[in-house]
């Protein structure tokens, strides 16, 4: 089993370094790693944030574990070269079209969340958003009208092969949690979603033990902080679930608490912490390593095969927090090592 490790930029390196000792310190059979850079290091090194080599290990690899990117040293460069430009074009060119994001709240960090401690500690919810189609990826540009004003344009549109796919990666997941899928669109408005809407009420016929409900995503937003324990599972497309995902794990607390996956559709995956590169605080020790702690346990459980190790993961991150392990994120005073430490200690 092959796992591309791809550092990136920032904070990326050094929340990487923790999540590998945490794999060493798991010492499982088989499991090598290979590195490879990506992102502004990737640009300053090979000319280009997502170099051939690297694109090669992410594709040879069985999953890869990605950090960061995102560098300010890069930002008068052209849009194409950016370190940015490096996980969109992973997530084109391997398909990644599954974005799981899971937000739960940790019962000892729910004064770190800006919700109220008994609406925060019942999150428990699992956002599956689109991630290869959309407005991202639809004809956009720059263009004058009639009356010589500048206009910019970004077409909307999901066909109905992208909707059932990700609606299957949506009702299996929803099966292996508490059964409750919510999807969320602006049928009311958008055709696009109306599409989406269709397309979900039709593929729910292969999931009947599965119970949908639909929700427009403004309302969506609003119950998301009036009363987040309602939902398992949400699925939404690029746009709504760019938005919606950031508002949820913001509701459990840190950001650098919370793990991602991005599968195609075999169950390979990239797995990353959602935040970025942070270049406020790269270099000092100071970034919390859990996020990607936990993006390697859903990377053993998702594309290893390897249930038991992730949830001893899981697990060990659960016994250091309610032990007391804090980074400055979640009002401590631990290095991104220590709580390094900490996981390991637990495990
Ligand atoms: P960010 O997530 O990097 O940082 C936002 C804030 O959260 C900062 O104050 C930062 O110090 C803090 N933070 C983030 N991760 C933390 C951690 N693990 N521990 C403690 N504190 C943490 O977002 P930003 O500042 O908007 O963006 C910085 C760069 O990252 C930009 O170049 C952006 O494009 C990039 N970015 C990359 C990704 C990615 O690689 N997938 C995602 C988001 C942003």
Not at 49 to 61: F, H, K, Q, S, V
Not at 114 to 119: I, N, S, Y
Not at 152 to 168: K, T
Request: aromatic share 4%.
């Amino acid at each position: 089993m092959l796992v591309a490790l791809l550092p990136g930029d920032g904070i990326g390196p050094e929340v990487i370094a923790e999540a590998r000792r945490v794999l060493d310190a798991l010492a499982i059979p088989g499991l090598a790693f290979e590195e490879a850079p990506v992102g502004g290091a990737a640009y300053h090194a090979k000319g280009h944030p997502l170099p051939p080599e690297t694109l090669d290990l992410a594709r040879r690899a069985d999953a890869i574990l990605f950090g960061a990117v995102g560098d300010p040293t890069c930002d008068a460069l052209e849009r194409h070269l950016r370190p940015e430009q490096a996980i969109l074009g992973l997530r084109k060119e391997l398909t990644l079209f599954s974005n799981l994001r899971p937000a739960k709240c940790f019962p000892e960090l729910a004064d770190a969340s800006t919700l109220r401690p008994e609406v925060a500690c019942a999150i428990d919810l699992l956002i599956v958003r689109e991630l290869n189609g959309d407005v991202y990826f639809g004809e956009k540009g720059m263009r004058k009208t009639a009356d010589g004003l500048r206009e910019g344009y970004d077409i909307m549109s999901y066909d109905e092969g992208e909707v059932r796919r990700i609606a299957h990666s949506a009702f299996k997941a929803a099966q292996a949690r508490r059964g409750l899928l919510c999807s969320v669109d602006k049928a009311n408005v958008l055709e696009t979603s109306q599409l989406w809407r269709d397309v979900v009420i039709e593929v729910h016929a292969d999931y009947p033990d599965v119970q949908l409900s639909h929700m427009y995503v403004d309302n969506a937003a609003m119950q998301l902080v009036r009363n987040p324990g309602q939902f398992d599972v949400i699925v939404t497309g690029n746009l709504f679930g760019d938005i919606l995902s950031d508002q949820a794990s913001m509701c459990v607390g840190s950001i650098g608490l919370l793990a991602s996956a991005s599968l195609d559709a075999n169950g390979k995956g990239l797995y990353e912490p959602i935040h970025g590169s942070a270049p406020d605080i790269a270099g000092q020790g100071r970034a919390n390593p859990l996020a990607t702690i936990l993006s390697a346990a859903m990377m053993l459980r998702f594309s290893l095969g390897l249930a038991h190790e992730a949830d001893r993961i899981d697990h060990a991150v659960a016994r250091a927090l309610a032990g007391g392990a804090r980074t400055a994120d979640i009002a401590g005073g631990m290095s991104t090592s220590e709580m390094g430490d900490a996981v390991i200690a637990a495990l």
